[in-house]
T-cell receptor, first 117, second 108 residues
């Protein structure tokens, strides 16, 4: 069965420090991968998505970057965090459009709560 | 105007009540998702549908493609149903457009 792991679950970082959130998917290949951010009391905002290794699309210009070094690994990074980067970050995956058994369903990690002080 | 609108934004009901959460959208879609976000933040996919109706336990999701409207119903609601329910549509480019969510509180 497919699973998704995201870590760390909670992170408190000072302004100006770097960030690395990691997401890995098991039990499938060539997934579409997504990073979302949810500010307090607000809906999900798509930050990045990837349809393959090394392929990253950015939805919102910001202080963050994403990388996909392996098929089932998606990393969200920042070189210098800002206060406004605080929020709840969610990794998600779905099978690609051209995938085999494409249910189209979305699967989410448990999320990473980032507080920048 | 948002492309995906959910109503109500907040809903408080007594245990046992029948719950309806609505989602209207303004774009052409290939599918619509209903998801549940628990108080701890984790999100679980409830339904993905492109036509008709789906049922899972006490949850029922319907969609009317002509009217661009979907509803999520909860029968015999229970305090453990308290969560944020999110509607998201997949547009013709397979991009997801998210509703802002409906916060549901079920009181015992």
């Amino acid at each position: 069965s497919q699973t998704i792991h995201q870590w760390p679950a909670t992170l408190v970082q000072p302004v100006g420090s770097p960030l690395s959130l990691e997401c890995t998917v098991e039990g499938t290949s060539n997934p579409n991968l997504y990073w979302y951010r949810q500010a307090a009391g607000r809906g999900l905002q798509l930050l990045f998505y990837s349809v393959g290794i090394g392929q990253i699309s950015s939805e919102v210009p910001q202080n963050l970057s994403a990388s996909r070094p392996q098929d089932r690994q998606f990393i969200l990074s920042s070189k210098k965090l800002l206060l406004s980067d605080s929020g709840f970050y969610l990794c998600a995956w779905t099978l690609g459009v051209a995938g085999g058994t494409n249910t189209g369903e979305l699967f989410f990690g448990e999320g990473s709560r980032l507080t920048v002080l | 105007k948002n492309e995906v609108e959910q109503s109500p934004q907040n809903l408080t009901a007594q245990e046992g009540e029948f719950i309806t959460i609505n989602c209207s959208y303004s774009v052409g879609i290939s599918a619509l998702h209903w998801l549940q976000q628990h108080p701890g933040g984790g999100i679980v996919s409830l339904f993905m549908l492109s036509s008709g109706k789906k049922k899972h336990g006490r949850l029922i999701a319907t969609i009317n493609i002509q009217e661009k409207h979907s509803s999520l119903h909860i029968t015999a609601s229970h305090p453990r149903d308290s969560a944020v329910y999110i509607c998201a549509v997949k547009d013709s480019n397979y991009q997801l457009i998210w509703g802002a969510g409906t916060k549901l509180i079920i009181k015992p």
